[in-house]
């Protein structure tokens, strides 16, 4: 008895020291950040003359990672590719990544990591709305540049209260806006269903969905993230009568719905946003049930989706060529995916930002000449980016496009819009050419 | 009324493993008197060793037996390493035993399996049957489950009703001094009503898998709903078990179809709370209320 007490009153003191050095080596270093005064009196941190670190977050694990966790291999590799060809004036990109699991309160510990201890100079790419959202207020507050967050949500555009944030992708509204106008005008006699998650996604979704097709809507249905059955609301969509289903979900609850629809035998016209859509990971998910009852791509055949990137599975794109041999020579030798196209597309928007911020970048530099030129800065994205100094929403349209088989065709032109009322417009600006070696240029005319 | 067909369909199919995994807890419950918390990651364990002999054998039900030999063994290797080493009076212990293996079992899935999402074949067909055009949502898969549940269920009232095993193992978990001194060989008693708790549990694993996706934690759910299930039914009686299963799947399924989704968590609670004012020994439980 004696003896099991001693050591248990050693272990209390081996667990305090452990703590009390944890506690050191958290807050052992505030004053490391201020040496960066830097040229223009911006913070310098992360960046000298010959490196610029950069952070992110992705769920590599649990059940956001597929298809997500490829997103970062594809950064890397295309940083890699510049780091080759010489850098960024001069200045290599050091790219770090973290799962986060699609785990808010891992993605807070993740970042803290990141903007403490690895002192990154910029986020970029962090994925999701609720795990970026979760370090949106840190972020801003430690003056970290937190570019092109991998969501549509509409929280990165609010740079009154998040000055150093932006956004990306399409956002979900006008998405949603972009593919309902081509129902209303493409379906009209339809009644229409919406398969919507259950959080800002949905909802913003709706609300652009609702411009459009309000009175054709008859049923929408809501899933929560992470209960799998949802085999009541197909029900109900059925019950309504909607003959065109809107989704906006993730790819897994893409595949469990076209599993429930073979169940009741209810095949509506579906359309699915972009995130939802991916039809090589959906294939996959759906192609091993059932032992080949159900074929991989039979299912998904004819559904309707948006693009706003080069496809992986499109090489006469020349951009898709570009970024299959920059994941030749640096990729991990799996395939080319739409996701790591997504990473690369990233990776090129930082480094055209970096060159923008002029050849000695500061934190509050690179937000400004994003803020300054951002509406210029061109790239393999479909449309141009909305950033100016009171609009920090990314890429501004999107095409409409049907799936067959593995690959998609384009239904129409890139169509281009912003948030609330504004209309639907034609893209008037063509493709943007793949600039030599895929690395953009400097701007200014150079 | 077809959505409402449907919908009692879909919660009947889904109450069907509810009441497998309800079966599990209270085959445990009967033969040891500890409610296992650790169930659902050992079903899920097993499952993906299920899943890993249907992608090399590609036969659906090579893949059921490989889960339920190995709940078999699991579920008496974990009687036998971990649970009895907490003591013999010591439920409480053994409980927090189960927890403590929950998170690492699932864990240890993440590691071995990959946390990533993965489909699982299904034992038959998808498609629902037909007629007349109209559609309703039982599939030949469905079938199968629901099947597979009936015949857990006779055997185990059939076990604990008519054989000498059962006596014995219920004997053992009632008292087990009092079953030593008569004869009864209570160590080898307990590891049996493991194993065979952990087998109905892998057979719920591989059933709600079937035709769906599969990740280290998909059986949450299942546990939390399995569990109202057995407390609804009573923890001591197999057929409430079915019957709160069953009643459970239902319940759900028509609060997502004409509530909404995001109270389906809410609503099993509020049957359990339910219950527990209620009824606190369950709906079919001949004995009096335990504290569990």
């Not at chain 1, 899933?223 to 009541?232: A, E, V």
């Not at chain 1, 929403?393 to 912003?418: C, E, F, H, Q, Y």
């Not at chain 2, 889960?67 to 971990?82: D, I, T």
């Not at chain 2, 719920?204 to 039914?233: C, E, K």
Request: net charge neutral; glycine share 14%.
């Amino acid at each position: 008895m004696r003896r099991s007490r001693r050591v248990r009153v050693l272990a209390a003191l081996a667990l305090g020291a452990v703590l009390a050095l944890a506690g050191c080596g958290a807050g052992g270093r505030p004053d490391s950040g201020s040496g960066g005064g830097g040229s223009g009196g911006g913070s310098t941190i992360g960046i000298t003359a010959d490196s610029v670190k950069v952070g992110s977050h992705f769920p590599l694990t649990g059940v956001a990672a597929p298809g997500y966790s490829e997103i970062p291999t594809g950064t890397k590799a295309y940083f890699d590719w510049v780091n080759a060809h010489g850098g960024v004036n001069g200045r290599k990109i050091d790219y770090v990544f973290r799962d986060d699991a699609y785990n808010p309160t891992q993605t807070s510990q993740v970042v803290n990591e990141l903007v403490l201890q690895d002192q990154v100079f910029a986020i970029l790419g962090g994925l999701g709305t609720p795990t970026h959202g979760a370090v949106l207020d840190s972020l801003n507050a430690e003056g970290v540049p937190d570019l092109f967050v991998s969501s549509g949500s509409l929280l990165w555009d609010r740079p009154q209260k998040y000055p150093m944030t932006f956004g990306w992708q399409p956002d979900y509204e006008i998405e949603a806006k972009i593919l309902a106008d081509h129902v209303a005008t493409t379906f009209p006699q339809a009644k229409v269903g919406l398969f919507l998650q259950n959080d800002d996604v949905g909802e913003d979704a709706e609300r652009g969905i609702r411009r459009y097709l309000d009175k054709q809507i008859v049923s929408v249905q809501r899933y929560t993230p992470g209960n799998t059955d949802i085999g009541p609301q197909m029900s109900a969509l059925q019950a309504a009568d909607a003959d065109l289903v809107i989704g906006f979900n993730v790819p897994s609850y893409t595949a469990l719905t076209q599993l429930q629809g073979l169940k009741l035998n209810y095949k509506p016209q579906w359309v699915y946003s972009n995130i939802g859509a991916d039809p090589v990971l959906v294939g996959s998910l759906l192609g091993r049930f059932s032992q080949g009852q159900v074929t991989d791509t039979a299912l998904l055949d004819g559904m309707i989706t948006d693009e706003y990137l080069p496809r992986a599975d499109n090489p006469s794109d020349a951009w898709t060529a570009q970024f299959d041999a920059i994941w030749k020579a640096h990729g991990d030798g799996g395939a080319l995916t739409n996701f790591r196209i997504f990473g690369m597309s990233q990776g090129y928007a930082f480094v055209q930002a970096l060159l923008a911020a002029g050849p000695n970048p500061t934190r509050e530099g690179l937000v400004e000449a994003i803020e300054k030129g951002g509406t210029q800065f061109a790239g393999p994205w479909a449309a141009p980016y909305r950033f100016t100094a009171d609009k920090h929403s990314g890429i501004s349209g999107a095409k409409v496009v049907r799936v067959t088989g593995d690959s998609t065709a384009a239904l129409g032109p890139v169509r281009v819009t912003n948030n609330g009322d504004a209309p639907i417009t034609d893209a008037t600006a063509g493709e943007t050419p793949v600039p030599p070696n895929g690395i953009p240029a400097a701007p200014g005319g150079t | 009324m077809l959505q409402f067909v449907n919908t009692l369909l879909t919660g009947l199919g889904q109450g069907a493993v509810y009441a497998a995994f309800a079966l599990a807890l209270v085959l445990i419950w009967r033969s040891t008197r500890v409610v296992n918390f650790a169930q659902g990651a050992m079903a899920a364990f097993t499952t993906y060793l299920a899943l890993l002999v249907v992608e090399s054998t590609g036969s659906w039900w090579v893949g059921l037996l490989v889960a339920l030999a190995s709940g078999l063994v699991l579920g008496a290797g974990v009687e036998r390493v971990v649970v009895r080493r907490v003591g013999p009076h010591n439920e409480l212990g053994a409980v927090i035993v189960t927890l403590g293996l929950f998170v690492a079992l699932q864990a240890l899935a993440s590691i071995l399996f990959g946390a990533q999402f993965r489909s699982f074949p299904a034992p038959a067909g998808l498609e629902g049957f037909s007629r007349g055009g109209v559609t309703i949502a039982l599939t030949p898969s469905m079938l199968i489950t629901v099947g597979a549940v009936a015949v857990v269920l006779l055997g185990l009232v059939a076990l604990f009703r008519f054989t000498d095993v059962g006596l014995r193992m219920r004997a053992s978990a009632f008292d087990g001094e009092v079953a030593r001194l008569l004869g009864v060989p209570v160590g080898r008693m307990l590891t049996l009503g493991w194993a065979l708790a952990a087998l109905v549990g892998s057979l719920a694993g591989v059933l709600i898998a079937g035709g769906s996706l599969v990740w280290p934690a998909y059986m949450d759910t299942v546990i939390v709903n399995g569990f109202v299930a057995a407390v609804l039914g009573g923890l001591d009686s197999p057929g409430g078990a079915v019957v709160g299963g069953l009643a459970m799947g239902v319940i759900l399924a028509l609060v997502t179809g004409y509530v909404g989704s995001d109270l389906v968590p809410l609503a099993a609670l509020a049957v359990l709370v339910a219950v527990l004012l209620v009824r606190p020994q369950g709906l079919f439980a001949r004995t009096a209320a335990r504290r569990v």
